[in-house]
């Protein structure tokens, strides 16, 4: 009886010492805690720089839209006297839009959209606004759809003018495309609009 007792005890101890062993064995623990905060980090990390680029890609656009406000002010871009020139004169506008835009995004700008019209009084272009209606921008006047759409029409000096510029900007990160992506393709609106009346050039 008394070896039965000898054996079992001595069998215990082992087990004991094993799991003691294992409470204290921290070996692995960093590589388990790296692999349980590296996806929340990354994520985390990933949506910072997302949410900044986006911050730059509108302060580039709302400068652009200054830009390109103050050369029809002055007169330096004027209104087009032929169906010609209002296609040169929407290329420059594009073009100098873009040429900023392209250091950010990609090369040519997909999702540029630009609409330029003149008024007889600033309460008139205040009518005009634009809507997000199944993944699509649409123009609205006085709360009805605009069935001018995008337009490039500037007036002549002396005139009240509204440039508005759209682009429609891709969320790379997924968990925030559902809090940012209003339109289709997983892409959420940057706007920038500018109202003036041209000089007396």
């Not at 805690?33 to 949506?47: D, K, R, V, W």
């Amino acid at each position: 009886m008394g070896s039965v007792s000898n054996n079992s005890g001595a069998s215990g101890r082992p087990r004991a010492g094993l799991l003691s062993r294992f409470r204290r064995d921290a070996r692995g623990s960093v590589a388990i805690e790296f692999s349980m905060l590296i996806l929340p980090f990354a994520l985390l990390t990933f949506a910072i720089l997302e949410s900044c680029i986006s911050f730059a890609g509108k302060q580039v656009l709302a400068n652009a839209a200054d830009d390109v406000a103050r050369q029809f002010r002055t007169g330096q871009l004027r209104a087009p006297a032929t169906p010609q020139e209002k296609e040169e004169l929407k290329e420059e506008i594009v073009a100098q839009i873009c040429g900023r835009l392209e250091i950010i995004v990609t090369k040519g700008c997909p999702g540029l959209k630009i609409d330029l019209r003149h008024f007889d009084s600033f309460p008139e272009a205040a009518k005009l606004g634009f809507t997000i209606s199944s993944g699509e921008i649409s123009l609205t006047d006085n709360g009805k759809t605009d069935s001018k759409g995008f337009d490039i029409d500037p007036g002549p000096t002396m005139s009240k003018n509204m440039l508005r510029i759209f682009y429609e900007w891709p969320v790379i990160t997924d968990f925030m495309s559902k809090y940012m992506a209003k339109l289709n393709g997983g892409k959420t609106l940057h706007f920038a609009t500018m109202t003036w009346q041209n000089e007396p050039y």
